[in-house]
């Protein structure tokens, strides 16, 4: 299951996973994707190596602007990926 995480100025949608147990670590998967006249941008990060998985449609400047969030989001996404996601009132 994906939870939604925030919504970006140019319509990127950000994701992320529940905790994800693999080789007694705990994973996050988070989901980058923006609409385009023909289809998607998206890209794809797994937490806590910041290992890129899929990349389609994103410069490369836009790649490090989201690295670089992820690393001052990451305790908040392990956070509420282990809550199930952001509980708004």
Not at 6 to 30: F, N, P, R, Y
Not at 35 to 43: L, V, Y
Not at 70 to 84: C, I, P
């Given at each position: 299951?994906?939870?939604?995480?925030?919504?970006?100025?140019?319509?990127?949608?950000?994701?992320?996973?529940?905790?994800?147990?693999?080789?007694?670590?705990?994973?996050?998967?988070?989901?980058?994707?923006?609409?385009?006249?023909?289809?998607?941008?998206?890209?794809?990060?797994?937490?806590?190596?910041?290992?890129?998985?899929?990349?389609?449609?994103?410069?490369?400047e836009?790649?490090?602007?989201?690295e670089?969030?992820?690393?001052?989001?990451?305790?908040l996404l392990?956070?509420y990926?282990?809550?199930?996601?952001?509980?708004?009132?």
């Amino acid at each position: 299951m994906m939870y939604p995480y925030m919504t970006l100025a140019d319509e990127t949608e950000i994701v992320h996973s529940q905790i994800i147990e693999k080789d007694g670590m705990k994973k996050v998967i988070v989901n980058f994707e923006r609409p385009t006249e023909n289809g998607f941008d998206s890209a794809r990060c797994e937490l806590p190596d910041y290992k890129w998985t899929e990349r389609m449609g994103y410069s490369d400047e836009e790649i490090e602007m989201f690295e670089e969030l992820l690393h001052s989001n990451a305790h908040l996404l392990y956070k509420y990926a282990e809550n199930g996601g952001i509980q708004i009132a």
